[in-house]
């Protein structure tokens, strides 16, 4: 009896082992039994003949294969979206001051609000379909568009049906500190304990959020306000993660490393205490440079301090109706290589290695070799570097999620 389900003989791998570049093997082969990985290496470390270790053996016909992709950082469950205030803002308006006007976040809320659970996941499938087309295996889904109890549930659960529908993982965060909502005008800590009250408990005992994530900020809510959110997440055994630095120094992410954050994220204006904390805390460095250009942005987040202190670095699509009207992730590839000077090879690392790490699935995802979560994309190109080098391109030739083909 075959040993292995499904073995992939011909194929060229990018592990994302660290060592060499791309954890690469040129002539390789994947094995996968029970949804995980049984094999992954070089052809002649085979222990046997293909068709006596597997029951399909199947020609990868050269492709590469890279672990499935993973988004750690959306918002692609919302209602409504904000073009209007992207003419607002190429007529000269910034985008803190439309937060401020009432608009924003805020406007998306009362979008979201107004929307029924069929629509939001409509709405939510359709902008994810792209997504896992291009490799993606796995996503992170934030709430934050309800900001009330009924809402953010709302919007949690329609993550998850996202995993029960299509063939992707989802990690869930539940963002109630993203905005003051309208019922709370000019009470924000009023806010802060309603959340730490009534909202995140009843979340948290729903099993609705895997992680609790804050937007620390001007326009949002301090890093005193945000360490209470935190509190309240450590003592229900939730891990938290950061919206930091993005527009200005609030020194929120060393506050997120202190409660030992799988992730800080955009980190424009991170400083290098900050950088330090979350090395020593492990926290990792998501990187969004979709939203970095489209606010046109032009502070750029330290990478050199990030690599020098060896804080790990992801990269996500923040997809969001705002700041991020992102449709791909490959993309983010290209942006974080072109705009931020990531190696093409450390933009990988930052959709699948590391990404894995900011979603606390260091362990299980991210990477291909034995024991891991089988899931792989593969791609009709000549080097791995080229997923970063082109521009709205998708090579991807065929998805596996736990072991089963899901497109192709
Ligand atoms: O990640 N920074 C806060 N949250 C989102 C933007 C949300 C919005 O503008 O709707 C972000 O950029
Ligand atoms: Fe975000």
């Not at 659970?117 to 792209?130: K, S, T, V, Y």
């Not at 939730?238 to 799988?262: C, D, I, R, T, W």
Request: hydrophobic residues 45%; negative net charge.
């Amino acid at each position: 009896m075959a040993l292995w389900d499904r073995i992939w003989v011909n194929a060229r791998l990018a592990t994302m082992r660290p060592d060499p570049a791309y954890g690469a093997v040129e002539d390789g082969a994947v094995a996968v039994a029970d949804g995980r990985i049984a094999f992954a290496g070089p052809s002649e470390a085979l222990p046997d003949r293909p068709e006596a270790l597997a029951r399909d053996v199947f020609d990868a016909d050269g492709c590469w294969i890279t672990p499935g992709l993973i988004d750690c950082h959306t918002h692609i469950v919302h209602g409504g979206n904000r073009a209007v205030e992207f003419e607002m803002r190429l007529n000269g308006a910034s985008y803190e001051e439309i937060a401020a006007a009432g608009g924003g976040i805020v406007s998306t809320v009362r979008a979201t609000r107004a929307a029924g659970e069929m629509d939001l996941f409509r709405a939510a499938e359709r902008r994810l379909r792209p997504f896992l087309a291009e490799g993606v295996t796995h996503v992170e889904i934030k709430s934050g568009y309800g900001l009330d109890l009924e809402t953010e549930r709302r919007q949690l659960r329609v993550a998850r049906q996202l995993a029960e529908h299509l063939p992707v993982d989802v990690s869930t965060s539940y963002l109630g500190a993203h905005a003051l909502p309208a019922e709370f005008a000019g009470d924000a800590d009023g806010y802060i304990d309603h959340v730490c009250s009534t909202v995140l408990p009843a979340i948290a005992g729903e099993g609705l959020a895997d992680a609790v994530d804050g937007f620390c900020e001007r326009i949002a809510f301090s890093t005193g306000q945000i360490a209470r959110v935190f509190e309240t997440a450590q003592a229900l055994g939730l891990p938290v993660k950061l919206h930091a630095e993005q527009l200005s120094n609030q020194h929120g992410a060393a506050m997120a490393a202190g409660f030992g954050a799988l992730s800080a994220d955009h980190l424009e204006y991170l400083d290098e205490d900050g950088a330090r904390a979350m090395a020593a805390a492990g926290t990792v460095a998501v990187l969004l440079p979709g939203a970095y250009y489209f606010l046109r942005e032009t502070r750029l987040p330290p990478v050199e301090d990030l690599r020098w202190h060896g804080v790990r670095i992801a990269i996500a699509s923040d997809c969001n109706p705002g700041s991020a009207p992102v449709g791909s992730l490959l993309l983010m590839l290209n942006m974080a290589s072109t705009l931020f000077g990531l190696t093409p090879e450390e933009a990988l690392a930052g959709v699948t290695r590391e990404a894995a790490r900011a979603l606390g699935l260091g362990d299980s995802h991210g990477v291909l070799e034995p024991g891991r979560v089988a899931d792989m994309a593969f791609w009709a190109i000549e080097h791995p570097a080229e997923l970063a080098y082109r521009i709205a391109a998708n090579p991807c030739r065929r998805v596996v999620k736990a072991g089963r083909i899901v497109l192709e």
